[in-house]
C-alpha cells in the first residue's frame, strides 16, 4: 500500500482522507492555471449544460473525428474545434519528440493519442433507462399494485416516483445533469491514457513524476485545454479559451455563446416528444394480463378476473389531452431538480406554463418551464448554495 497516495477506494475512510489532501496538494504545484476540479461547483456540468444551464448535446455536424488516437479501427470524435486543437496539439508533441526535447519512453505523454472522446447521450440515457424501468417494476411488484387503466398507473407512479427519482432521475434532461451520464457526452472531453481512475499513486508516480509532465501541462494550457485534476490524462476544451475563440472564427462562431448555439441543442423538446410513449411503455411492463379480483354477491364471495386496459399511443392521445401529458412532464421534472419552490409555487408555475401552452404552444411552454427550473442558485454544491451556507454559518457562530 503506497504511503501517501490512495491505490484505490477501499482503504480507510481517514487514510482515503489524508491521501487525497497530499495527492491535491502535489499535482496543484505544476499548475498553470488549467488544472481544474471538476468535481466542485457547477464544474460537474461543464459542456452539458448551456449559460440558462438548461441540458444540452452537441449536434451530429458540429462533431468531428480526431486523427492521433490509440486504436485506428475505432472512430474517435471530439467537437470540431476540441478535435482541431487536439490534432494540431499531437503535432507539437511529434515535433518536440523528434527534436529530442521531450522523454520518448512515456506510454502516454511522448506522442499523445486519444484513447476516448465523445460518448453518444442519447444512446447512455437508453441503456440507463432500462435499469430504471427495472426499478419501477420491482418498485410496483413489491407493493403488489394491480394497474386497471392508464390513469390508475399513472396515479401510482405519481405516488411511487419520490422516493426513487432524486437518486435516479427518470427524464433525459436530469439524466444528462446527473452522475450517471458520463462526461464524454459534453464532446469537450478527451482522454490520453486509458489508467485506473481510483489510483492516485499511479497518477502521481506515471504522469506527474514525469519527466514530460510539465511540457504536457503547458502545452494543453497553449492549445485551450483544462486538464482535470482527479484524471490527470483528461482533457477538456475550455470553450472561453483564445486558442478555441481563434478556431471558432474560421467556423463562423463568433464568440463562445455563438458557438454553444450552434453547436448544441436542448435535449428538452425531442425527449419530451417520446415522453408519452416512455410512460406507455412503463404502464405495458408493469400492468398484468390478468387478475383476480373477490366481490361480495350476497352471502357469497366470488372471484373476478379483472384484463388491464390496452392502449395504443393514438387511443391513448385520444382518452387523454396533451396537457394532461404536459402537467405530468412538469411534476416529474420539479421531483427531480433540487429547488426552493414550496408547494404552491410549483403548482403556480406549472398553471402558468399549460397558460403558455394553451396560447403559445408546447415548445414555448417547455422552453420557459426548464429555464426557471433549470437556475442552480440553491443546488448543493453550486457555487450559489456554498456561498449562502458558508453565510448561514458565520451568522450562527456571531
Sequence with gaps: MSTFYKESNGESTKDLFYKKTIYQSDITRSDTGNLVDFNFGEMYLYGRVNFDYIPVRPIKRALKEIKQTSDSSTPVLATNIAADSFNEMARQFKKKLALGEISATHPYLSEIKAFRAYQSPRKGYDDYFIGFRSSMRSAFKETGINLTDFKDFMQKLEISLP????SYPMTYPAYIKSRYCPVYSSGLVIEVADAKMSNDDNKINQFVRSDNWQFYVNTCNSYGFMIDKE???????DIASIPHNDLAKSYGYN?????????YSTVHKTYYGKFKSFLLMMYNENKPDSFLVQEQCGTSTISKIVKPRRYSLTSLSDQFPEQYFLKMYFKVRLMEEESSFTPSQKEKLISDCLEIYNAKGSSMALDKFEKIINKTLDYRGSLGYIKEHIEAMKQEQD
Design 231 to 237: 484524471v490527470p490524462w483528461r482533457l477538456v476544451m
Design 163 to 166: 422516493t426513487i427519482i432524486r
Design 255 to 263: 464568440s463562445r455563446e455563438g458557438f454553444l448555439f450552434s453547436s
